[in-house]
């Protein structure tokens, strides 16, 4: 029980932080973390969270954002949200963020965590936003809180619901625990009859399929693409390094309206064109060179995924052109298949046919896809039939070390109800059309 001056030195304290939080300069719009949310306006990532609560119905879900970035670097690298978190939030800026929702709460059903500020360590990195309606407003959340009060958040919904809902990921046995499942056994153990629902599904079947307005976004990240691996093409000339080349590459997709990269860029020339990931950028480009780029930019946060092989000479020799060819056949006889329905094996087994005619399908080696949005390899269960509305990549290749190529050809697709659309339509690929964007 309270005593009388325990009450009153509440309210004057109340009184006081209310006068303190009155008085202070808040940062404007653009200033301090959340700057807001992104791509779009608060409503779109509220209606998101409406439509996943309506699926659930019931019990408490914990979804938490990606953590802060560690790094012994003077300067640490840039933040990347997880790509759940910001799908259903837009909070793209708060390291350590938390989502919590309970649909079936008679009031307030979802709640923003965030860490406490550390004054101190936003002057060396970035100024954050106190409690308040300001926050509130920027987020588009009517509750927005500390996570320091997650457990006991979380502790009382379950009281109440006696059900958690799990939304992913699944992880090997040797991965860590999610943070969301450890959460859960905590509460587990302290609120009697709480269960553990999988609903690990639920996010990929969201959103697998694209809103019109995600599109747009992904289309623009194509046009930039575009315009990079387009100027690449122009400018590149034997005795430059994949380096040189690659800042002329990623000067194109700044030119063309991109915003960042969508994946770490891959430039290789020669024999480096058959290590599918190669990271280095030393090589330097050979007259009889085949030129590998595998590089993309990003709008909004929406990621695209190009490849495209071509002749440092400017020219196709009749080999390669013979094996350029056979990739791009293994590539139309994917596509043919590619509608809404359509299983990703089936455009797996149509592309290694090709290869298999041609006795080259042992030089095929790695995956034909993989979908695209948020995240560059984006989420969905593509052992389902894949939806109308997916964005999925296309992307057979011939890899050969001890002949000093690699041969990658890769479109972005949407699929559609009776067919698909190439969304990177704009970047030259058949020999012809690379030949004369090369203009020797």
Request: with cysteine; proline share 6%; net charge neutral.
């Amino acid at each position: 029980m309270f005593d009388r001056r325990t009450i009153l030195a509440g309210a004057t304290a109340s009184l006081a932080f209310s006068t303190r939080l009155a008085g202070q300069t808040l940062p404007p719009q653009g200033f301090a973390t959340p700057a807001g949310t992104s791509p779009f306006a608060p409503d779109i990532f509220r209606e998101r969270r409406r439509r996943v609560m309506e699926v659930l119905k019931d019990g408490v879900t914990v979804v938490y954002g990606a953590g802060p970035v560690e790094s012994a670097a003077a300067v640490a690298p840039p933040f990347v949200q997880d790509g759940d978190f910001a799908w259903l939030t837009g909070i793209v800026d708060e390291p350590g963020a938390v989502l919590v929702m309970a649909p079936a709460e008679r009031t307030v059903r979802e709640w923003l965590l965030l860490p406490s500020r550390d004054q101190e360590a936003e002057r060396w990195e970035v100024e954050r936003l106190p409690l308040g309606t300001e926050l509130e407003r920027r987020t588009g959340f009517a509750r927005v809180a500390r996570s320091a009060g997650l457990g006991s958040l979380v502790t009382t919904l379950a009281e109440r619901s006696k059900t958690l809902h799990f939304l992913g990921p699944i992880v090997s046995a040797s991965a860590p625990v999610p943070q969301a499942l450890e959460l859960y056994g905590k509460v587990m153990q302290r609120v009697p009859g709480v269960s553990i629902k999988d609903e690990s599904g639920l996010l990929p079947s969201l959103r697998i399929v694209k809103e019109p307005r995600e599109l747009e976004l992904i289309r623009k990240a194509t046009t930039a693409t575009a315009r990079g691996h387009i100027a690449a093409m122009k400018q590149a000339r034997p005795g430059m390094t994949e380096r040189q080349l690659k800042a002329i590459l990623e000067d194109g997709f700044r030119a063309g309206g991109g915003e960042g990269l969508a994946y770490d860029s891959i430039v290789a020339t020669g024999r480096n064109a058959a290590s599918l990931h190669y990271t280095g950028g030393g090589g330097v480009i050979g007259s009889n060179d085949l030129i590998l780029i595998d590089a993309a930019a990003s709008v909004g946060g929406y990621a695209c995924d190009v490849t495209r092989t071509f002749p440092a000479s400017g020219r196709f020799t009749p080999e390669q052109r013979a094996s350029y060819e056979l990739v791009l056949a293994a590539q139309t006889a994917a596509v043919a298949r590619l509608k809404a329905g359509v299983y990703y094996e089936d455009l797996v087994e149509a592309a290694k046919d090709v290869f298999r005619k041609a006795g080259r399908v042992d030089d095929f080696t790695h995956g034909l896809g993989h979908l695209v949005g948020l995240d560059v390899h984006d989420v969905g269960d593509m052992s389902k039939p894949l939806p109308a509305g997916a964005v999925i990549t296309v992307e057979p290749g011939l890899y050969v070390q001890s002949d000093n190529y690699g041969i990658r050809i890769e479109d972005l697709y949407l699929i559609t109800q009776n067919g698909s659309q190439r969304l990177s339509e704009g970047v030259p690929r058949t020999v012809e059309e690379i030949e004369a964007a090369m203009g020797r």
